[in-house]
């Protein structure tokens, strides 16, 4: 693949908001696998046990990248349609940090 195949895929991928909530989606199914023995684990504290932090961690970070994405998707999404163009609330232009992706050598 060329280089210059590279940047159109990842600009077209980088603005679609369905890739984004899909990938929160996956996140929060993973960190949803945690959830019985978080739930457990707290159990046992009630009775004077000790905390794993390592499950409510993990979880959190799976969340919190659950819910980057889902804000990545809300920024990327079109707001409304004028005629037949739609209007998003930010472009791969807009972005430093894509764009400074997409310049790298």
Not at 40 to 67: D, N, P, V
Not at 70 to 86: D, M, V
Request: glycine share 6%; charged share 30%.
């Amino acid at each position: 693949m060329c280089e210059t195949d590279f940047k159109s895929e990842y600009k077209e991928k980088i603005l679609d908001y369905k890739l984004w909530i899909g990938k929160a989606e996956e996140l929060l199914e993973v960190a949803g696998l945690l959830e019985p023995e978080i739930t457990k684990m707290w159990g046992k504290m009630r009775e004077g046990g000790s905390i794993k932090e390592h499950y409510i961690t993990t979880y959190f970070m799976l969340s919190s990248y659950a819910l980057e994405n889902l804000l990545k998707a809300l920024s990327s999404k079109p707001l409304y349609l004028i005629g037949s163009k739609e209007v998003t609330l930010c472009t791969l232009e807009d972005t430093p940090s894509a764009t400074a992706l997409i310049n790298m050598e």
